[in-house]
């Protein structure tokens, strides 16, 4: 059964500081590995897609990396802003047993001005 | 180009009763799934619906229905409700190649609170 974890639960930094968020995976059998943005009360972003073959998506101040072998994610965020406050999740679709989405329970993020 | 669009936004229950929550997925999208996401907590799978069938179902009782339409645009319907069905329910689209699916695009959710 695939789970996915994130680390840390929750995190604060101060502005323009880089910052890596985590997730790891069980079951190394997946498809894609999604990372969300979600602010409170709020439907999910999509912010990076990576696909199984790939190693790493770069978009603006984000960069995902993606090791299958080894069950893990990362989400870059360089030079951080306040606007960047929110809770970040990361899915994996596994294709494993039909292809789900499964949720890790996301890292609540908040950048001090 | 519209994203995807869930009603109603906000909506209250009482225990026992039903409810029925809408998605029209984003234009060029075919495939429809359905979250639960409790607060603090991460979504869950409900089910997934595409050409017009549920095709991946998650760990949920058969209290949750769901239908999809030849247009694309999906229902969740919730029976007996209980206290634990407060919730944000999500709707997520997607442009399936066979039975793969592609990167999700959610709507805003629609809050169900149960008295």
């Known amino acids: 059964k695939q789970e996915v974890t994130q680390i840390p639960a929750a995190l604060s930094v101060p502005e323009g500081e880089n910052l890596v968020l985590n997730c790891s995976f069980t079951?190394?059998?997946?498809?894609?590995l999604q990372w969300f943005r979600q602010d409170p009360g709020k439907g999910l972003t999509s912010l990076l897609l990576?696909?199984?073959?790939?190693r790493e998506q770069t978009s603006g101040r984000l960069n995902a990396s993606l090791d299958k072998s080894s069950g893990r994610s990362t989400l870059y965020i360089a030079a951080s802003q306040p606007g960047d406050s929110a809770t970040y999740l990361c899915?994996?679709?596994?294709?494993?047993?039909?292809?789900?989405?499964?949720f890790g329970a996301g890292t609540r993020l908040f950048v001090k001005a | 180009d519209a994203g995807v669009t869930q009603s109603p936004t906000h909506l209250i229950k009482t225990r026992g009763q039903q409810v029925t929550l809408r998605c029209s997925p984003k234009s060029g999208h075919d495939t429809v799934s359905w979250y639960q996401q409790a607060l603090g907590q991460g979504p869950q799978f409900i089910f997934q619906?595409?050409?017009?069938?549920?095709?991946q179902r998650g760990n949920f009782p058969d209290r949750f229905s769901g239908h999809q339409f030849p247009n694309y645009s999906s229902e969740l319907n919730v029976n007996a409700l209980l206290l634990g069905d407060s919730a944000l329910y999500l709707c997520?689209?997607?442009?399936?190649?066979?039975?793969?699916?592609?990167?999700?695009?959610f709507g805003e959710g629609s809050r169900l609170t149960v008295l």
């Open positions: 997520a689209s997607s442009s399936a190649s066979g039975i793969y699916t592609g990167e999700l695009f």
């Open positions: 079951d190394s059998a997946i498809y894609n």
């Open positions: 619906y595409y050409e017009e069938e549920e095709r």
């Open positions: 899915a994996v679709i596994s294709n494993t047993g039909g292809f789900k989405t499964i």
């Open positions: 990576i696909q199984s073959s790939q």
